[in-house]
């Protein structure tokens, strides 16, 4: 039994793992489709500008109700409307003949994905413990680094070898025989709800004003980063604020009136939860604004050709590739404490970078800042994967679905707008000239990724100190009861050694 049991939790783990990468995978071979799918449908600037935000608005939307719901009606049930969504969605974009079509199906397809991925993190968090769940974790993460690894290579290829106004329909064509082979295999591998048990006490809750709220704050941060700063940025701001606030005060009200809010109070009070989530989201906000400050100065700045310049931060994601198959050694021996030198390593390799960009040109720099970023892959490899481990296990029992979703919403959204900030720096000091300014550019790229690390380094650091904190008291608290146990054990001796009357 025990030997079945294992087979089938590495059959789930294999689903979950091709799943998270093909919705990965699409959107990492997306970013070298958009010219040509843009020529192909006579695109203008602002249509463009909301394909590439779409499926980021939508994925962030998505993944905290996702989370929830799969809490209480099963993660099985999510998992597969989330990718029959993703693949209806890919047809659906590969045969568009209109932007606004594209549009359309870009946010079915973050929809999809966003509900898909916190069931592959719940299902990890179910299904596995201890060890175990981080080399799980260890191997989602994993399938990311592949993912980025092969989709700009694969994406290049397919628009390299045919024609390109035909290329980027292929690349989202190609998700729908993937999906095809999933479905049916979610229904017949992952684990069915026990009926009758949610989680929680009472009756089950869907927070549908909470995820509205949520979900509203969401896509009012996000705005900005298609219109850019003006007064339509200053507003969507303004807005996301209150309906925070609004979001805030409406889950203590739905706490209050006994029922399960999208944010519970026990997850929201869970320092090590929190601390973990801040590591997460600066991390994040860093791989990719760093990624759009590399890109852009390589091809604009230096004239690089596309693959040329995806070959260089190819690199980097090999790096984090092979640390996060083995991560779970890591964590294993060194706990927060490792995830912390790992940050600080990664802030050396972003100082090295600027070093050889401001002081080397061309082909020198490229290979400099590649050879380093395989380095900083290394050192993000081992932050990924055992960061979320070490966070995810502070989520309160029935929780793992919201707690994941809340986790990756918060890379989502660090990611859209780091991105955004990075290219918004580049392409500013980019228009007053040519080299220096490129160099400029890059440079303040690298001192907003590094005030980012010192934010996580900092959260690092403190959930490092709470961890030890609560491992000196649970050791006093053993000691001390020991103490108690061996004076009771003492006080009872003497009885038991009197001489007892004929």
């Given amino acids: 039994m025990r030997s079945h049991g294992n087979h089938a939790e590495r059959s789930a783990l294999w689903l979950c793992l091709g799943a998270g990468f093909i919705t990965l995978l699409d959107q990492s071979m997306f970013v070298l489709a958009v010219p040509a799918m843009s020529a192909s449908l006579h695109a203008d600037s602002g249509s463009v500008q909301w394909i590439l935000a779409s499926y980021s608005l939508a994925f962030g939307v998505a993944l905290v109700p996702a989370g929830r719901l799969g809490d209480i009606v099963g993660r099985r049930t999510l998992f597969i409307a989330g990718i029959a969504v993703f693949g209806a969605s890919s047809l659906v974009a590969g045969l568009a003949t209109e932007p606004s079509l594209v549009i359309i199906a870009r946010l079915l397809q973050g929809l999809g994905a966003g509900t898909l991925n916190p069931q592959v993190l719940g299902l990890l968090q179910d299904i596995y413990s201890g060890h175990d769940r981080a080399k799980a974790l260890g191997a989602y993460a994993a399938a990311g680094g592949s993912a980025a690894v092969c989709g700009p290579l694969i994406g290049g290829l397919v628009l390299s070898l045919g024609d390109p106004s035909i290329g980027w329909r292929i690349l989202f064509l190609a998700n729908v025989p993937l999906v095809l082979i999933l479905v049916p295999l979610a229904f017949r591998l992952l684990p069915r709800p026990a009926s009758g048990k949610h989680p929680g006490n009472g009756r089950p809750s869907i927070d549908v004003l909470g995820a509205l709220l949520l979900g509203a704050v969401v896509v009012a941060s996000l705005i900005p980063t298609i219109y850019g700063a003006g007064i339509i940025a200053v507003t969507s701001l303004a807005i996301g604020a209150g309906m925070l606030l609004a979001f805030a005060g409406w889950e203590v009200l739905y706490h209050r009136r006994g029922r399960t809010p999208l944010l519970s109070a026990a997850l929201a009070q869970s320092k090590g939860y929190a601390l973990g989530t801040v590591v997460a989201l600066c991390q994040f906000g860093v791989g990719a604004g760093m990624a759009a400050v590399t890109a852009f100065y390589f091809l604009a700045g230096t004239g690089m050709a596309p693959l040329a310049a995806a070959s260089i931060l190819a690199p980097q994601a090999a790096g984090m590739l092979l640390a996060s198959s083995s991560s779970w050694r890591f964590v294993a021996r060194f706990g927060r404490a490792g995830i912390v030198f790992a940050l600080l390593g990664s802030l050396a390799c972003l100082v090295a970078k600027d070093i050889f960009v ?145």
């Fill in 358 to 502: 401001q002081g080397l040109d061309g082909g020198s720099a490229a290979l400099a800042v590649a050879a380093v970023g395989l380095l900083q892959g290394v050192a993000t490899g081992l932050v990924v994967a055992p960061n979320q481990t070490l966070t995810l296990a502070h989520a309160p029992v029935g929780s793992a679905g919201v707690a994941a979703g809340f986790y990756q919403l918060s890379q989502r959204f660090a990611a859209a707008l780091c991105s955004a900030a990075a290219a918004g720096m580049f392409l500013q000091a980019h228009g007053s000239a040519t080299g220096k300014a490129s160099k400029d550019a890059f440079h303040q790229g690298i001192v907003m990724c590094c005030i980012l690390l010192g934010v996580a380094i900092l959260a690092g650091v403190l959930d490092w100190l709470r961890d030890v904190r609560c491992r000196r008291n649970a050791t006093a608290a053993v000691v001390r009861s020991e103490k108690e146990s061996t004076t009771a054990a003492g006080a009872r001796r003497p009885e038991a050694t009197e001489p007892v009357d004929a």
